[in-house]
């Protein structure tokens, strides 16, 4: 009975010897891999950027060319006004036709305004979605468990004026020191640009 007893207390504890070290290792965590990329830097060499600008620029230009040619059509319709006879019904029907001319011109500007406003928006959303996809991808390939944010380069202090100012830029900072081998944005340009092509 006592022999009994021994055993029961023996295979107890070493039930609970076995259970409080394995748990020990079952909950010890895999060290965390951690990287960090410059979006700035990689948006300074991706070729979608580049074509992204150009295009911008293109359309910039569009706009430009039929704005002065719309404006052009308003200056004649107005030197046409200086012909017709003061008070005259002519005169009347050519000032209304200025004067509607004109403010479809400054409706048409505003529109043109808030499209490419709108088109540079979206462009620079979903070039940072194809920048999170190649982050995410190159992440995966590495074994790497975090990307964090890294600012190209220390903020310039010279142009605040205030110490709200300097707090400010200061709290914005989201890493203060990374080890140039943590850093993968070369990583993230060479997929991105292997993907544009």
Known sequence: MKSTRLLIVLAAAAVLWFAASGSSQLF??????????????VWLNIDDREEMVA???GRREEVLREQEKRAKDIKNLEQDLEWLPAGSDDQKKKQAEVEEAAWNYQAWLKYQENMLLREEKNRYELLYRKTLDAVSEVAEANGIDIVIFKEKELPSFKRLTKAAQVLALIGNRKVLYCRDELDITDLVITRMNNQNK
């Open 55 to 57: 295009e911008m620029k």
């Open 28 to 41: 010890q965590a895999n060290p965390t891999v951690l990287a960090a990329v410059s979006v700035e830097e």
